[in-house]
């Protein structure tokens, strides 16, 4: 489905913002009836002489400049929440269904939660089914544009994490004392999603996933630690081919055999450490969050990012600043079979073109302004600039000539933000 449509659908919800609330419904015996609802319609350029394609997330296959130079369709969503709560009881279910973009580049319904909350205590609340993935400071509410100052959440943590639910369990602790709190979440499950990868759209399982998060704060800031490790599995034809060929040399020629454990065709040990810190207290307003990622194999990169976003409000108006850098910490060095090996020439070719990297840096600007009833715009400029001769930083789609660019790429972008 083409942009234009979700662009339509946005609109028209858009339009309706003085009149619309949050909807709440009394079902008698049956409980109660709670509907919640956001929606971002964005539109991005990125001028990079049509030799890449700029995306926000790493599950985006397309995006502004080769595949469509104004990108409405990537980081616009409409989503719903619902809250059915039982009467006298602990008990409720809770839905959110978003509409958005895919890996695919087409439009598509999602299910993101699906689960039963019970509070078990008044400090203890579990939930079982598809539940958020408590990875890093704001899994929970990464698509709810209105919550951020900036268009898209910061690409240098959230661009390397495509999905934010588990299929599992989870629970969530939380004391209050003096006005300050603590708060402990953990949960366990299995996931599966798509990413466009450097050799196409790849499958990602994630096993035996287990998180835990940390976070303190009060009414004018709060400190984040979360972690998670998983079994990974990765399915992507191409690569699956390139270690078949490998790992059938890999007995007479040892280099093969090291090649070949760079991709992987089974399960794999992934994890992952963010940190975050954030300060709420008009007018002032500062957020930072560093993720570290670990992987002993070239399927799923050791990544390492950190960004960093401040504002001051100004009546209605936020303007702020932001940055943030990331990079791979995984060995992309070049890697040759030995001469006169069988097919080597051609496999040491493939190999080595697929050791693409992500470094990258990223200063910025922006202005959001709130306008009544749960909406506000932003307008945003980002200088990107690609630090490392192999890189296409965060770009899909890209030219031979792209990797390694020298010049920085700039990249602007506008967002509608509602939330009711």
């Known amino acids: 489905m083409h942009s234009r449509y979700l662009s339509c659908i946005l609109l028209a919800g858009l339009a309706a913002i003085p009149a619309a609330h949050a909807l709440e419904i009394g079902l008698a015996d049956a409980g109660e009836l709670r509907l919640n609802g956001f929606a971002t319609l964005a539109a991005t350029r990125a001028l990079t002489d049509d030799a890449a394609d700029y995306r926000s997330a790493n599950y985006l296959s397309a995006g502004s400049e ?21 009467p006298q009881s602990r008990f409720a279910a809770v839905v959110q269904g978003v509409l958005a973009n895919d890996t ?19 400090t203890l609340t579990m939930r079982a089914g598809r539940t958020p993935f408590p990875a890093m400071m704001d899994s929970e509410s990464r698509w709810l544009g209105h919550s951020r100052l900036t268009v898209t959440a910061a690409p240098e943590t959230y661009f390397h994490m495509p999905t934010t639910s588990l299929d599992g369990a989870s629970l969530r602790w939380r004391h209050d004392r003096d006005r300050h709190y603590l708060q402990l979440r953990a949960g366990a499950g299995v996931t599966r999603f798509e990413t466009a990868s ?35 599995r990765v399915q992507s034809p ?5 270690n078949g060929a490998l790992s059938a040399l890999a007995p007479t020629v040892p280099e093969a ?19 975050g810190f954030e300060y709420l207290d ?21 990544v390492r990012g950190w960004y960093a976003v ?44 697929t050791l693409i990297g992500l470094a990258q840096s990223r200063i910025g600007a922006g202005l959001r302004y709130d306008l009544p009833f749960g909406a506000a715009i932003k307008l945003q400029y980002d200088r990107l600039k690609l630090q490392e001769s ?3 930083g965060m770009f899909v789609n890209a030219t031979a000539a792209f990797i390694g660019r020298a010049e920085p790429i700039n990249v602007f972008s506008f967002a509608l933000d509602y939330q009711f």
């Not at 409409?78 to 709560?85: D, K, P, S, V, Y």
């Not at 191409?238 to 390139?242: G, S």
């Open 66 to 86: 080769r595949t469509r130079h104004w990108d409405t369709q990537n980081d616009s969503i409409l989503g719903l929440q619902a809250f059915l709560t039982a």
């Open 104 to 122: 695919h580049d087409a439009l598509a319904l999602r299910m993101d939660w699906l689960y039963l909350d019970w509070r078990a205590a008044d």
């Open 198 to 232: 450097r050799t196409g759209v790849a499958e990602v399982d994630l096993n035996r996933t287990l998180a835990a998060s940390l976070e303190v704060g009060n009414a004018v800031w709060r400190a984040y630690l979360g972690a998670f490790s998983a079994d990974a």
């Open 238 to 242: 191409p690569l699956a081919t390139l």
């Open 257 to 275: 055999g090291t090649m070949a454990a760079a991709y992987p065709t089974g399960w794999f040990p992934i994890s992952q450490l963010s940190l």
């Open 282 to 302: 008009a007018p002032w307003t500062f957020k930072a969050e560093a993720v570290r990622r670990s992987s002993d194999n070239l399927l799923v990169y050791a």
């Open 310 to 353: 401040a504002g001051y409000t100004l009546g209605n108006f936020t303007p702020y600043v932001s940055g943030g850098v990331q990079w791979q910490a995984s060995d992309l060095s070049p890697r040759f079979l030995p001469p006169g090996t069988p097919g080597g020439e051609a496999l040491s070719a493939i190999y080595n073109a």
């Open 390 to 392: 192999n890189s296409r």
